[in-house]
Structure formats: C-alpha cells, structure tokens
C-alpha cells in the first residue's frame, strides 16, 4: 500500500510533510535528509517511553542512521503522570549532559505523551530545536503530532504548561498500530470522530458508514481515517497557528468536560479519548438547549461513539466538582466556561455558558 502525504502549510512556518502509511519508518533518514540539509544535524536525541523502546526504538535507529550522525537516546516512563515538570527537567539536564546543540534535532517516538514533553523538551532547549513527530498511538497519528502544540501537566490541570512548537517532519507508521491495545485504539477512534463532526458532512457520514471497519483495524480504512483527520487539522491550524483567533479552538470540541473527567477521575483512570467522547455527548446535548443541535446528530454521534468503542462512561461527580474542574481549564476566558457546540455537522459555535446553565445540564445528564 503505497503512504499518504499531507503538507501541513500554516503561514508564517516552514511547511513540512506528514507522511502516512506502513511500514515508512524504515527510511525515515532518507525522507528527513533533505528536510534536515539547510543545517545538517550534529547529533540526534530520541524520546521514547518504556512501553514503545522495546518495540520500536531499534527501528527508528536503524531508520535514523542514512543521516549518518550521532543518534542518542532517552526513555521515559510510560504513563501521563511522566508528562510532569520533574520529568521534563530530568529531559533538559540530560540534553545537556549529552551536549545537544542548536544544530541537533529531536525525535518524538511515542505517543501524545512522550510527542507532547519531547516537543516542549525541543522547544525550549537552547530557545528551541528542531523536532520530528514518530508517532506511535492512532491518537497522536490523527491529532497530536499535527500542529505544533507542546506542553506538560501541572496538578491543577492538563497541559497549562507549553508552547507552539511546529514539527519538522511526522512520520506516521501505520504498521506500529498492531500493537496497540482496545483501550488504546478506542482512544484514537474518539479523535477521529471529534473531527468528522466538526469537519463536514462528507467525513461525518463516510466513518459512520465505515466505523465498524475502522474499529476492526482495517489497513484501508485506518489510513483514510488518518489521512482525512490530518488535512482537517491541518487546514484548521493554517488558520489559527496559536488558537488566538477562535478558529482552532473547535478542536477542543468534548475537551470542556472531557479534561474535567480526567482531572476528577485521576490521570490515567480513562484514556483521553474516552473521557473527550464523554464530552461530546454532554456537549451535544448541552447544544440543543444553546444552539439548536438536532435530535438525529445527537442519535447519530451516540451511535458512532458506541459502534467505535467508546459506550457512555460508568462514573460521575457532583456538578460543583466537575464546573471547578471546568473553570480551571486554561481555554477559559474571564472566568466563563466556554464549550464548542454543533449546531449542526460541520457547523460549530464557541459559546461561553453561565454556570448555572451547566450546573442544571451536568445535574441532567449525571442523573444527580
């Protein structure tokens, strides 16, 4: 099957290529040379987990070593609790005791996690580095690895941390999807339907009528599904680099509540792409009150979440926890909750809520 190229074009940035499509991490050298031969790499550090080296770190070498310069390493612990400042600063001293320059270029080869620290890692070593994404997850392939977004977590919420960092390259293998769990391909499934709604009616309704298939992990379908999640992220962030402009905050469709759920429930108790479906049922049915978001879209979205994986989480918080929750988040605007709700697929709003509107909602939807 031949890989998928996206160009990833935003104004102002150097374009760079996502590249999509099995078994490609194999001359990842050969692909990042003339990416990389303006200023040719002194050495290269790999960030990886405990859970990805033993599977992948050797290939990415091997795949690494047509650049013909030095290739280091470092492996993190697997897990979000490591996308931590202690962590990260464990990251900065070893690439100084590796002697990094400006002219090195870090390697993310994991998922959100290890993309997300190494990013922000490369982005501020030496004011910044070159970085290249090797994602590992469905989740990272279809939405953090594109972008430039980077960052940790600090213990009063997910990602307050970061800085826009665009990659120089992302590699996308499809073949190292094989060894990701159900947990875990769910996770990515919720990313994936987060922007076929928000997309257009085209995407929408080409995964409802595929989401079985995608869910049994068909290589044709998967890389549709990663492809089409790719150009519309990519054509959303053209638009809005640094979510200044209200443009790229559609993204964060199901976030408002899904980063509540994970906040509350403890980091790792769901995937990230779990508690963000959560939130897209909430935040579907908190828009038939403010924005007028059909019965059949509501029907229709809760069906794909169900046939991808991702049925109606058992858990629940009093509304006052989970609205603090909310208004810790750093997407918030003078205080107010602001959710993206679907007026309809492919029409969006981003609309400030008063408290007392998401109190009566959240009360409704948890049964209290």
Same mark, same amino acid.
């Given at each position: ?86 962590? %990260? =600063? #464990? ?9 990094? &320059? @400006?002219?090195? $270029?870090?390697? +993310? ?104 298939? %995608? =869910? #049994? ?9 990663? &492809? @089409?999640?790719? $150009?519309?992220? +990519? ?134």
């Amino acid at each position: 099957m031949a890989a998928t190229r996206v160009v990833v074009d935003i104004p102002g940035e150097r374009p760079y290529d996502v590249r999509i499509g099995e078994g490609i991490l194999a001359d990842l050298g050969t692909k990042l040379a003339p990416v990389l031969e303006a200023q040719p790499p002194s050495r290269i550090l790999i960030i990886t987990d405990s859970n990805v080296a033993p599977l992948y770190l050797d290939a990415c070498k091997q795949g690494l070593a047509a650049l013909g310069c030095p290739i280091s390493d470092i492996t993190l612990p697997a897990g979000e609790e490591a996308k931590c400042i202690d962590v %990260l =600063a #464990e990251v900065w001293n070893a690439m100084a005791a590796l002697g990094l &320059a @400006r002219d090195s $270029v870090v390697v +993310a080869l994991g998922g959100g996690v290890v993309g997300d620290l190494a990013g922000f890692a490369g982005a501020t070593f030496m004011r910044g580095l070159r970085v290249v994404q090797v994602p590992t997850t469905l989740l990272s392939m279809v939405d953090s690895s594109v972008g430039g977004k980077t960052g940790i977590n600090l213990e009063a919420g997910k990602n307050l941390v970061g800085s826009f960092l665009q990659p120089s390259y992302v590699c996308a293998s499809t073949d190292v999807l094989a060894t990701l769990d159900v947990r875990e391909w769910a996770c990515g499934c919720a990313e994936i339907a987060k922007a076929s709604v928000i997309d257009s009616d085209d995407f929408f309704f080409w995964l409802v009528e595929n989401a079985s298939l %995608l =869910a #049994e992990r068909n290589p044709d379908v998967v890389l549709e599904a990663i &492809a @089409r999640s790719v $150009v519309f992220k +990519a054509n959303v962030v053209a638009q809005d680099k640094t979510e200044s402009r209200g443009v790229r905050e559609c993204l964060n469709y199901g976030h408002t509540l899904g980063h509540a759920i994970e906040a509350l429930a403890g980091y790792g108790t769901y995937s990230h792409g779990a508690a963000v479906a959560e939130g897209m049922r909430f935040a579907a049915r908190l828009g038939q009150t403010l924005a007028g978001t059909p019965l059949e879209l509501v029907e229709a979205q809760d069906a794909l979440l169900d046939e991808l994986g991702l049925p109606v989480l058992d858990w629940s918080a009093p509304a006052e926890d989970i609205l603090a929750a909310m208004k810790r988040d750093k997407k918030n605007r003078q205080g107010a909750v602001r959710f993206v709700l679907p007026a309809d697929v492919g029409q969006w709003e981003l609309t400030a809520v008063d408290d007392e509107t998401i109190l009566e909602h959240l009360r409704l939807y948890f049964g209290e």
